[in-house]
C-alpha cells in the first residue's frame, strides 16, 4: 500500500470517528433515557463481542470465559468507585473488608484496573488450562466462570455475597462507553494486523505448524487470552457503573451465551461482523421486548410470555448455523474498499435503470 | 564438526519401539535421505529431531549444542525447520502471509510496539514484507502472493511450505515426503528445486521419501529404516544394491 492510500484510509477513519462523535453528542442530549442506556448496552457488547471473538475467532481458542471475566471487572470497578457511605449502607450483613472500605478511585483508575485485574486472572487461569483443546478448553473455561460466581457470592466481606452491590455511581455515558469501544476497535484492528495477528491466525489454522514456524504457543495464546481478559473486564466495569446495581447471578452462563451469539452471529474472525451483530443484536434485544407483552390482534388476544424473545433468538442461531455457516461476514472485513466498490456498483445499476426506458 | 548430531536415539510409545539406536550425522551443505517401508518409523525419527516427540533415549546435538527435548519453537529458532507429510499451511491465510508468519520468530517489537505501530515495528514489519517477497521471487510463488494458500494447486502448495520453512532461516531443513503425489514431471522439478535451495540459503537438507528417483537423484547418502531399525547406509548406488534393503522393500523369498 502507498503512502497516499495509506494517509487517505487514516483520513476516512478519522471521519467515521468524527461523525460517530456527533451522533453520540446529538444522541447523549436529546435522546431519552431508554435508548441512550440501550445505545450504552450496544457500546458494551460490541467490546464484549471483540473480546470473545479474540480468542475464538482469531486465535481459535474455544473459550466460554467472559462472564468470569466481566464479574471480575464489574466488582473491581464496583469497590473502586463506590463512596464509602454507599459501601456502609450496602454491607449490612457483615461489615466489609476495612481495605477495601476505604478505597477510592476515579473512574479511569477504576476502568484500568478492572481490565487489569481481569487480565491478570485470566493468565493465571490460562496458564494451566491453554494446553487444553476445543472442546475440553471450553468446558475449563466454562467452569471457570462459574466458580467465579460462587466464590462472589461467598467472599460476603468483599463483594457482599449474594446481596450485591447497590448504588454504584453511574459513570458510564455514551463518551465512556462508544471511546472505549473504538479503542477496542482500533487497538484490535492493528494488533490484528501485525505479525502478532499472523501469529493467532496461524494458531487457528494449524497449531502443530505454528509451533515448527517457531511461534511460542503458550506465549502467543495466554496474551490472547489475557488480552480478551482484559477487554472483558473492562467490559463488565462499564456494566456496573451502567446498572449500578450488580450481583453474583448476573455474570451466568446466559450472559456469556448471549455474547457467543454475536460472535458467532457476525462471524467469527471478522472485526466489523462483530461490530454489527452486537448493535444489531443488543437493539434487537429490546425491540422484541413487543412481543412478550400481550398482543391483541382484535379477534385473538395472544397473552404475553416472557422469554419469548429467547426463543427467537434461538430460532435465529439456528437459522444462522443451518444457512450463513460463517455468520454475516465470515472471516471478511467491511473495509472502504468494499464499500465504494458496493456503491458504485449500486450506481452504475441505478444509472443503467435510468437509461433503459428511453431505450425502450 | 558435524552439524548436526543424532546419537543412539530411542522413541517407545508404551510398549511399540518405533525407532530403536538412531544415529545420524549431517555436514553442512550435505542433502541426506531417509528412506523406508511404511510404519519403519522415519517420521517419528523426523519428530524426534524437532522436538515434536521427546525421545526415550539418546541425544539430538545441534552444532554441539543439546536440543534433546527442547519444545519444537525453540529447536526451529536454533536453526532447524521442517515441512510436514501431509502439507500443514495455514489456508485460510495469503501466500504472503503464510510466509510472514515464518519470519514472526524473530521478531523484536513487543505486542504493544506492534499494535501501536511504533517506527521500530514499522521499520521491522517492512524489512519483513521485503524479504518475503524476495523469498517468493526465488521459489516462483510471487505471481500468486494474494492468494489463499488453499486454494493453491498442490504442486504450489509443497513450495509454499518449502518457503515458508526457509522463512525461519533455518541451517537445516528437514523435507517429510516433499515429492509425494507428485507426477514424475513435478519430482524431475522438484528435485531441481531441492538443489537449488540448497545452494542459494547454503542449507544442509534431511529428506524423507518414497520417490525413489528423487531420492537416488539428490542425495548424497541414504539411511534406511525398517521397523524402528537402521538396516543400512551408504551412497545411493551401495543401498540399491543393498541385500536387506531390497528384502526390506521386496520381501524374503522362502523356499516352499
Known amino acids: 500500500m502507498t503512502n497516499i492510500m495509506r494517509q487517505n484510509k487514516t483520513l476516512k477513519i478519522i471521519g467515521v470517528i468524527l461523525l460517530l462523535g456527533l451522533f453520540i453528542y446529538y444522541a447523549q442530549n436529546n435522546l431519552d433515557s431508554y435508548k441512550i442506556r440501550i445505545l450504552n448496552l450496544c457500546a458494551i457488547n460490541i467490546i464484549l463481542t471483540l473480546s470473545l471473538n479474540l480468542t475464538n475467532g482469531f486465535c481459535g481458542m474455544f473459550s466460554l470465559g467472559t462472564a468470569g471475566f466481566m464479574a471480575i ?32 478511585a476515579p473512574f479511569i483508575v477504576a476502568l484500568i484496573m478492572a481490565g487489569l485485574l481481569a487480565a491478570l486472572v485470566g493468565f493465571l487461569i490460562g496458564a494451566p488450562v491453554l494446553k487444553l483443546k476445543g472442546d475440553y478448553l471450553a468446558i475449563a473455561t466454562l467452569g471457570f466462570g462459574e466458580i467465579i460466581g460462587v466464590v462472589f457470592t461467598n467472599t460476603q466481606t468483599i463483594t457482599n455475597g449474594a446481596l450485591g452491590l447497590k448504588g454504584i455511581p453511574q459513570y458510564t455515558n455514551l463518551y465512556w462507553g462508544f471511546s472505549l469501544a473504538v ?30 514456524m ?3 504457543l503458550f506465549y502467543h495464546k495466554s496474551l490472547a487470552f489475557a488480552i480478551s481478559a482484559f477487554l472483558a473486564g473492562v467490559g463488565g466495569a462499564l456494566m456496573a457503573n451502567l446498572l449500578s446495581t450488580i450481583d453474583p447471578t448476573m455474570f451466568k452462563f446466559t450472559y456469556t451465551y448471549q455474547i457467543l451469539l454475536m460472535v458467532v452471529l457476525g462471524g467469527m474472525g471478522s472485526i466489523t461482523g462483530s461490530i454489527m451483530s452486537a448493535t444489531i443484536m443488543t437493539i434487537m434485544m429490546e425491540a422484541l421486548r413487543a412481543v412478550e407483552s400481550t398482543i391483541d390482534l382484535g379477534f385473538v388476544t395472544i397473552p404475553g410470555i416472557p422469554g419469548m424473545r429467547m426463543v427467537i433468538f434461538s430460532i435465529i442461531l439456528i437459522a444462522v448455523v443451518l444457512f450463513l455457516k460463517n455468520g454475516i461476514m465470515g472471516e471478511n472485513e467491511l473495509t472502504f474498499e468494499t464499500l465504494e466498490k458496493a456503491i458504485q456498483r449500486f450506481q452504475s445499476k441505478k444509472g443503467r435503470e435510468n437509461h433503459e426506458p428511453t431505450r425502450g | ?11 517407545k510409545f508404551g510398549g511399540l519401539t518405533a525407532v530403536q539406536d538412531f544415529n545420524l550425522n549431517l555436514q553442512q551443505g550435505q542433502i541426506v535421505g531417509l528412506i523406508g517401508p511404511n510404519g519403519a518409523g522415519k517420521t517419528t525419527a523426523f519428530n524426534a529431531i524437532t522436538g515434536i516427540h521427546k525421545p526415550t533415549q539418546g541425544k539430538v546435538i545441534l552444532e554441539g549444542r543439546d536440543i534433546t527435548g527442547l519444545m519444537p519453537d525453540k529447536i526451529t529458532k536454533l536453526g532447524i525447520a521442517r515441512t510436514f507429510q501431509n502439507i500443514r499451511l495455514f489456508s485460510n491465510l495469503s501466500v504472503l502471509q503464510n510466509v510472514l508468519v515464518g519470519h514472526h520468530l524473530r521478531i523484536k517489537s513487543s505486542p504493544l510496539a506492534a499494535t501501536l505501530h511504533l517506527p521500530q515495528y514499522i521499520k521491522e514489519e517492512k524489512q519483513m514484507i521485503e524479504e518475503t517477497k524476495e523469498l517468493l521471487k526465488s521459489v516462483k510463488l510471487d505471481d500468486v502472493q494474494d492468494e489463499k494458500a488453499g ?19 533455518p541451517k537445516i531443513l528437514l523435507l517429510d515426503e516433499p515429492a509425494a503425489g507428485m507426477n514424475p514431471q513435478e519430482s524431475q522439478e522438484l ?50 544394491n543393498d541385500q536387506k534393503v531390497i528384502e526390506a522393500y521386496l520381501g524374503v523369498e522362502t523356499d516352499a
Open chain 1, 73 to 104: 471487572g464489574a466488582y473491581t470497578s464496583a469497590i473502586l468507585t463506590m463512596p464509602p457511605e454507599v459501601k456502609q449502607m450496602n454491607f449490612f450483613m457483615s461489615p466489609m473488608n476495612q481495605h477495601l472500605m476505604n478505597l477510592n
Open chain 1, 183 to 212: 479503542l477496542t476497535i482500533l487497538g484490535l484492528m492493528t494488533l490484528l494486523n501485525s505479525s502478532y495477528g499472523r501469529a493467532f491466525k496461524a494458531i487457528r489454522e494449524d497449531e502443530t505448524a505454528a509451533q515448527a
Open chain 2, 1 to 11: 564438526m558435524n552439524l548436526l548430531e543424532v546419537k543412539n536415539i530411542t522413541i
Open chain 2, 191 to 240: 528435485k531441481e528445486f531441492i538443489m537449488h535451495i540448497r545452494d542459494e540459503f547454503n542449507l544442509t537438507i534431511f529428506m524423507i521419501e518414497h520417490h525413489m528417483a528423487v531420492v537416488m537423484g539428490v542425495c548424497e547418502h541414504i539411511l534406511v529404516l525398517d521397523h524402528g531399525i537402521t538396516i543400512a547406509q551408504g551412497t545411493p548406488e551401495q543401498i540399491q
Open chain 2, 151 to 169: 486454494s493453491l494447486p498442490y504442486g504450489k502448495q509443497r513450495r509454499l511450505e518449502i518457503a515458508r520453512a526457509l522463512a525461519t532461516k
Open chain 1, 214 to 216: 517457531g511461534i511460542n
